[in-house]
């Protein structure tokens, strides 16, 4: 007895042929891209062999544990996967221990406190409105409900990190976790000063370098290996990998911990891997390790300080002043626009930014007074010195008084010149000889 095929869902068509809705959208999101100036700070544009990790045949294929220690068979292949995966990110970070099993960052974050921390113990973190991460302990976060979260904030006059007050602050609260990091802190941190506090408090120190991570494994930026018990990261925003997490362990971090954060991460906070995403970190790793690489933050870097030159010069006001890594924080009180309003100003125009709680803003979350612009996207696409300086001018005539239409237009039509310019990477949802050949044959049969 043979099983008749359901020929009303070819499982050897694309996206296309079997779900055009979904295909449609994922065409509109993929020239949105092609056609926006993104500076989402935390957005970036992955390559194509990165791209092909992701949606590879690996998402077939459950695993759950670590290498040699599977709870199922037929690992063998994933096995060596993930640790070549272990050693490029060891050999990239300079690290003792990786790893690369976590969903997210925060993900990351969370085995972490799973390790050394019970519920109720203290935690000390960056305040969320002065740059932390929800994940760092905000009290509608899962650690903010778990443990008795307190943070540090920036200096009012300077906004930049005040390690004396931060050490002043640990001393009265005592943590037993003390988090360096941050998502929208546009200066150099100091990892070395960060762990000289939690020695004298007794408390560990974690680093989370999500934003970072990309300048830190180019050297362009102090690595918080050789101080912190424990670091995490993201991998999809200045690494340029998929959306995924990763924990490293430095050479002077207890060697126990290695055991306690792989326990931690499973069967603590997770269950099976996400092997397609384990691939596409090991393409990233690879990648991150050239020479094209360090050129690409060292630009980066330059396009960050330039843009934010430019908007100074433009009478911008720039949180702390400037920059050091790859974003920036504008406050627009003295433009007379909130924060929400700049978004969609910038929005209408195809410049995608974000709104941003600025330090002791007076608005609410959900209208802010700043905005934050990144140049990590934008610089993956090509843009240069030349296209930062056009991309201030632009944010000048959006926010600098109310646009007019001629002005809307104008911009809009510079905003196509540069994309055009600099293009996205390709669609890989355009049909390809093989899926018509199948819709032929299909049709023909049917």
Do not use: W
């Not at 932390?132 to 903010?144: E, I, R």
């Amino acid at each position: 007895m043979t099983i008749s095929q359901d020929k009303t869902q070819p499982r050897n068509y694309g996206l296309d042929f079997i779900d055009p809705e979904v295909f449609a959208i994922i065409e509109r999101e993929n020239q949105r891209q092609k056609d926006n100036i993104e500076l989402i700070a935390s957005a970036n544009f992955i390559s194509r062999a990165v791209l092909e990790a992701t949606g590879s045949i690996l998402t077939n294929k459950v695993a759950e544990g670590y290498p040699g220690l599977r709870y199922f068979s037929g690992c063998e292949n994933i096995d060596e996967l993930e640790n070549l995966a272990i050693a490029r990110a060891k050999e990239l970070f300079g690290a003792a221990h990786a790893n690369l099993e976590p969903y997210t960052g925060s993900q990351a974050n969370h085995a972490v406190y799973l390790t050394v921390l019970k519920p109720g113990d203290r935690i000390l973190g960056m305040d969320l409105d002065h740059g932390g991460h929800l994940s760092h302990g905000a009290k509608f976060n899962m650690t903010g409900k778990h443990y008795d979260c307190h943070f540090y904030q920036v200096d009012p006059d300077t906004q930049l990190l005040d390690y004396d007050v931060i050490l002043a602050q640990a001393k009265d609260i005592r943590p037993k976790l003390i988090i360096a990091g941050a998502s929208a802190y546009p200066r150099t941190i100091d990892f070395q000063k960060f762990r000289e506090i939690a020695d004298e408090v007794g408390a560990y120190l974690l680093a989370d370098i999500a934003h970072i991570s990309g300048l830190v494994a180019a050297r362009l930026h102090p690595s918080p290996i050789p101080y912190a018990h424990f670091v995490t990261t993201s991998t999809q925003k200045t690494l340029r990998g998929p959306r995924s997490g990763m924990i490293l362990l430095g050479k002077h971090s207890a060697p126990e911990f290695a055991r306690k954060i792989d326990s931690a991460v499973f069967p603590g906070v997770q269950g099976a891997v996400h092997v397609h995403a384990i691939a596409a970190k090991a393409v990233m790793l690879k990648e991150a390790m050239s020479a094209s690489f360090v050129n690409y933050q060292r630009q980066t870097i330059e396009n960050s300080q330039i843009l934010a030159t430019d908007l100074i010069e433009r009478r911008f006001r720039l949180i702390s002043g400037g920059t050091d890594n790859h974003l920036m924080l504008i406050d627009l009180s003295e433009k007379g626009i909130t924060g929400k309003e700049a978004e969609d100003r910038l929005a209408s125009v195809r410049i995608t930014v974000n709104k941003n709680m600025l330090p002791y803003d007076s608005q609410k979350s959900t209208i802010c007074s700043g905005i934050r612009l990144g140049t990590s996207a934008i610089t993956t696409r090509g843009f240069g010195a030349e296209e930062m300086h056009c991309i201030a001018e632009l944010i000048d005539k959006m926010l600098s008084s109310e646009p007019t239409a001629k002005t809307i237009a104008k911009v809009q039509d510079e905003v196509s010149r540069l994309c055009h310019l600099h293009p996205h990477i390709d669609s890989i949802y355009e049909p390809d000889s093989r899926k018509l050949a199948l819709e032929s044959q299909y049709q023909l049969q049917s």
